[in-house]
């Protein structure tokens, strides 16, 4: 019973759009969704944590991924001081070296998510998923370089990434287009992970954050 609560789980958070924080819905909602009792729910959310896929603050919920390393108060004080263009040059002059990192340390599981987030990504039905799966894909890359720190500052970034926004401004289709820039420069990236070549990962990391810095300015 508890395998299968925790498959159900799993299976949830894999097609689940969740708001940009990655909080879950309330237990009571979660386990009516899922058709599963509360208390076996939790021994399942509970293991989830264990393995840091998922984390609890407590009045305010679970959320998928590790618990930032900041205090709420030290991530609002960087929230005023700066804007989206400063994040994204903030993540081009550090996510090159973590993926660097990741090319050298990943283990082949990890390879492996890192190749599952990309296909996940590519074939996202809806912009929300997509930028779900493109989360985790930087995420895991984080975890790949085996650098406790490196992954809490990336952490760090990525929850004021998540704060320091324009909004929404994707317009129709409702999902990426067959050929959005990210889907080949995740393909390199993912593929000189695979290769143990640290230098072409960190270009490669290094091209597609300009890229996306670049599309950025053209959506303002």
């Known amino acids: 019973m508890e395998m299968d609560v925790l498959a159900k789980l799993k299976g949830f958070l894999a097609t689940a759009e969740l708001p940009d924080d990655g909080r879950l819905p309330p237990e009571r909602e979660l386990a009516q969704s899922l058709d599963v009792g509360r208390a076996v729910l939790r021994k399942a959310l509970a293991t989830l944590q264990a393995e840091g ?17 900041d205090t709420v ?8 001081r700066t804007n989206p263009l400063e994040v994204m040059g903030a993540r081009i002059a550090f996510e090159p070296e973590v993926t ?3 090319a050298l ?22 912009w929300r998923q997509y930028e779900q799966w ?11 370089s085996q650098n406790s720190l490196l992954l809490g500052l990336l952490d760090t970034l990525n929850a004021v990434r998540r704060a320091v926004t324009w909004g929404r401004l994707r317009q129709t289709p409702v ?42 300015r053209d959506m303002r």
């Open 53 to 69: 896929t998922v984390w609890r603050h407590v009045g305010k919920g679970t959320f998928v991924g590790d618990r930032p390393i």
């Open 73 to 80: 108060a030290d991530i609002n004080a960087m929230v005023q």
């Open 100 to 102: 660097r990192c990741a």
């Open 105 to 126: 340390n990943a283990t082949g599981a990890q390879i492996a998510e890192i190749r599952n987030c990309m296909i996940k990504a590519q074939q996202a039905p809806t």
């Open 134 to 144: 493109d989360n985790r894909l930087h995420r895991t890359i984080g975890e790949a």
């Open 175 to 216: 999902r990426p287009p067959a050929d959005h820039h990210s889907f080949a420069e995740h393909e390199q990236i993912v593929e000189a992970i695979a290769d143990r070549d640290g230098a072409a990962a960190a270009d490669a990391m290094r091209r597609h954050l300009r890229s996306v810095e670049s599309h950025m």
